[in-house]
């Protein structure tokens, strides 16, 4: 078969199966319209939608690792077998904002019920994240460029043998709290290091805060108060990057902090096959249906007939596939 034979016959494949995958993503938007969820309402959160659900919502809305229960109008989150009271869902940053139950207004007496820090969480220690949610947040400033975002601080309860009075970060709790615990009670806000550890002193109690306001050198058990009153952040970016980047696991997506945008980095080594495809997939069926159709172009182009001049019309017909899936994947991101 002669060289431009072998091109038209692939000309005539990759056509197909563009017009394929166009009636497939036709027939996909059709489907994601006729099965489209209404958001859920519990309490004070009223606009409960993707990834999120109430227990006992349609089971094709929302993402069960992200399933909140409604008790007494309120809106619960079970997280490591724990129930938090949900304070709010950022759509705009992927946080979502909880407070532990233990906590109650307007008095400083009541204490935190769960022992909760950043150490719970396996995105402290692992590269790939297995939780639903992250306590650290991939973000692009155009000031310092990309940086993890660090997203709560910790108010440390501490049982000392004897008083502390040169640290003044310690904060003497007793007028506030009444302990079971023999010794003397403190209070410190941020991250206790070994510097900072006085002798004589154990951990307690450890809980996050993401109020903005807590301010480290302000010894107030009043500020701590508060700051645990508004409770902590969560991220689920991760899983937002899973349906807007399809190779998120590799770090190519990201907050655009000066924005509010989830942004994904296109990568292209023809070194690499695979990296041909696009990762900017809206769904994972299109990812596959990449992944599968880049294979079937390369085994049909080369095949028999596998030589350096069909090598490179099927590279280039490769690159044009490719352009073609950008363009899908930047139409369905703007539906």
């Known amino acids: 078969m002669s060289p431009t034979m072998v091109i038209w016959r692939e000309m005539v494949l990759l056509v197909m199966f563009l017009l394929f995958l166009v009636q497939q993503v036709c027939a996909t938007k059709e489907q994601e319209h006729a099965t489209e969820c209404l958001p859920s309402f519990c309490g004070k959160i009223a606009n409960i939608s993707r990834p999120f659900r109430l227990k006992g919502d349609p089971i094709h809305c929302g993402d069960r690792r992200y399933e909140l229960n409604c008790e007494n109008n309120v809106t619960v989150l079970n997280l490591y077998g724990k129930k938090y009271h949900v304070q709010a869902i950022n759509y705009d940053n992927f946080t979502i904002r909880v407070v532990d139950p233990g906590v109650e207004e307007p008095s400083c007496s009541s204490l935190p019920r769960y022992f909760l820090s950043q150490s719970n969480f396996s995105d402290t220690y692992l590269a790939h994240n297995v939780d639903p949610y992250r306590v650290t947040q991939s973000q ?61 002193c154990r951990i307690k109690l450890v809980s996050p805060t993401s109020w903005w ?113 950008i363009i899908v994947c930047i139409h369905l991101n703007k539906l």
């Open 213 to 325: 306001g807590l301010d480290e050198n302000e010894y107030s058990y009043t500020v701590m108060n508060t700051a645990l009153l508004y409770g902590f952040e969560m991220s689920w970016l991760h899983s937002a990057c899973d349906d807007h980047c399809a190779n998120s696991s590799y770090g190519e997506c990201y907050m655009d902090s000066s924005i509010l945008k989830l942004q994904c980095s296109l990568s292209c080594n023809i070194l690499y096959m695979s990296s041909l495809l696009t990762d900017c997939g809206k769904a994972t069926w299109l990812q596959r249906i990449a992944n599968g159709a880049y294979y079937f172009v390369i085994y049909v182009g080369a095949g028999e007939f596998f030589n350096f001049f069909t090598l490179k019309i099927t590279l280039v017909m490769c690159w044009f596939y490719r352009t073609f899936i």
């Open 140 to 200: 692009f400033s155009e000031v310092i460029g990309f940086y993890e975002k660090s997203l709560f601080k910790h108010i440390i309860y501490l049982n000392c043998s004897h008083p502390v009075s040169e640290n003044h970060r310690y904060v003497n709790t007793t007028p506030f709290v009444k302990w079971e615990s023999k010794g003397y009670m403190y209070a410190f806000a941020g991250n206790l290091t070994a510097a900072s550890f006085e002798v004589g």
